[in-house]
């Protein structure tokens, strides 16, 4: 569940729409925003979507999640994303990319980003927190609750 207010992505301002996904290393083609992730004998491929767009942290600058689809990479979670913020100089940083689903956290790092359970097949997520200058790993949760991954 997703904690902050955002915005949705039809009101990104298009600059930002096209450096953010610059930015994820996305290009437009045929009117969408892709990487060279999708199969080419597949329908399942989803292109990139700005899922997310928003301040997440209170700092008054945006953050957006960019959303890509298909197990051609990303396997049985079917999905990747990346957190990108926009810096105080204007420029569009990737702070994390992953296979599954973001879900963010109550929980939180230095300067209140949220902390990110990566979602994706099974029962037991792992959860990345913002340390100044990376989400590292955390912990493992499923339902807000400590777990052990299956080894």
């Known amino acids: 569940m997703l904690l902050f207010a955002v915005l949705l992505a039809a009101s990104v301002p298009p600059a930002d729409e096209a450096a953010i996904f610059g930015t994820a290393g996305f290009t437009q083609r045929g009117g969408k ?7 080419p004998s597949s329908s399942g491929y989803e292109h990139g979507a700005i ?8 700092d008054g600058r945006p953050e957006a999640v960019v959303t890509e689809g298909g197990t051609f990479c990303y396997g049985n979670t079917g999905a990747g994303f990346w957190l990108l913020s926009k810096q105080e100089n204007g420029k569009w940083a ?3 990319q992953s296979q599954g689903s973001a879900e963010f956290l109550k ?8 902390d990110i359970s990566v979602g994706g097949p ?7 927190r913002w340390n100044g200058k990376a989400y590292v790993q955390n912990r493992f949760e499923y339902e807000g609750k400590a777990c052990r991954p299956e080894q």
């Open 33 to 39: 925003w892709r990487t060279d992730c999708a199969d």
């Open 51 to 58: 899922d997310t767009y928003g301040d997440l942290n209170g």
């Open 107 to 114: 929980t939180s790092g230095v300067g209140k980003m949220p």
């Open 94 to 96: 990737t702070l994390y």
């Open 122 to 128: 099974g029962f037991c997520f792992p959860v990345v």
